[in-house]
């Protein structure tokens, strides 16, 4: 193995930074040069393509983002814009190529690795809805800027004697709501996995009206309503009057967790080292103590798992 290759693909998660800044330092630690990819798969068939050194990734590990930049490429998808990124990578004499992102990204991967490319992709993304492994790189970060969103919410629910419905990313994964939801005390978390039942809501809501309860908190994924339709409904209900708060964005940015960058470094050192060792067309995962590798074909074909024990504990705190 004499030259790497890494990119940046899907939507950026704190974290990646910090897998970059491993992955370039364990590869100029083994003698092995190193190319960034700017703007994921559509930067491969464009060409944009750089050599990376210590200094590249020197003072990045505390910052948000990608310096590689991230994009989706829809001419990726194509037989002709395959061609042209292996020709790409050819160009430069690559061995083998790393991949930061999440399911799609995967699947670009393997088809490369299909072409004769060795492959290596670390789980990144918010959305922690990788089934093959436990974490991702960027979701408890995420969780944290909702648990800072909540204090403060928290705080002008109290004193205004509102409620406030918090919609949190999590389309088909409840992952965010349920952490940032058990962690900050919401008196509810709705997620995608299970129906919401608005008159057991309702009923919650008003058990904690009549004990003098001056603030309400409930945490949604953005997957299992709209937000204004619900609060809506609780106003007509409850007679409590509601807020939409919409985080949106503000969960993929800022500084990540010391968690996040642990997980990062660690992820990023294994996969170069994975490549020095000849494996090829593989996920890193881990199963919350230990670091694995598993075969990206069947990584991308395990569902994701929710926490029903987790979300049972959730329900009982909650009264």
């Known amino acids: ?12 998660a704190p974290g990646m930074n910090a897998a970059l800044r491993a992955i370039v330092r364990t590869c ?8 960034g990819v ?24 505390h910052r948000g983002g990608t310096i590689l930049g991230s994009a989706r490429s829809e ?38 690795s299909k072409e004769g490319l060795k492959v290596v992709g670390i789980p990144c993304t918010i959305d922690n809805d990788l089934g093959y492994t436990k974490f991702t790189i960027g979701f408890y970060t995420a969780v944290e800027t909702v648990l800072e ?9 109290s004193s205004h ?21 058990i962690a900050g005390g919401a008196e509810a978390v709705l997620v995608p996995e299970f129906t919401l039942d608005v008159e057991e809501l309702i009923a919650k809501i008003q058990k904690g009206k009549d004990r003098g309860k001056k ?12 937000t204004e339709h619900l609060c809506e409904i609780l106003l007509e209900r409850t007679g409590i009057d509601w807020r939409t ?32 060792q000849g494996e090829e067309d593989i996920a890193i995962g881990t199963d919350g103590n230990d670091f694995f590798s598993m075969a990206i074909d069947e990584a991308v074909t395990i569902p994701h798992t929710f926490d029903e024990e987790m979300y049972r504990i959730t329900r009982e705190l909650s009264i």
Do not use: W
Request: glycine share 14%; hydrophobic share 40%.
């Open 245 to 276: 708060v919409i985080l949106g964005h503000t969960q993929r940015g800022g500084t990540p967790s010391a968690f996040d960058r642990i997980i990062a470094s660690q992820m990023g050192s294994i996969a170069v080292e994975k490549l020095i």
């Open 38 to 61: 700017q703007n994921g798969y559509r930067g491969l068939i464009e060409d944009k393509i750089s050599e990376m050194s210590v200094k590249s990734v020197s003072d990045i590990i």
């Open 1 to 12: 193995m004499e030259r790497i290759a890494v990119l940046c693909s899907g939507g950026d």
């Open 161 to 181: 004697g509102i409620g406030v419905v918090v919609e949190v990313m999590g389309r088909n994964c409840g992952d965010i709501a349920l952490y940032a939801g």
């Open 75 to 112: 001419k990726f998808k194509t037989e002709e814009g395959q061609q042209k990124a292996l020709q790409n990578l050819l160009k430069y004499k690559i061995d083998g190529l790393i991949v930061l992102g999440g399911d799609g990204s995967f699947k670009g991967a393997h088809v490369l």
């Open 215 to 226: 603030h309400q908190i409930i945490i949604m994924a953005e997957g299992v309503d709209q």
């Open 149 to 157: 969103a909540i204090g403060r919410l928290r705080d002008t629910s």
């Open 28 to 35: 100029v630690f083994n003698g092995i040069r190193i190319y």
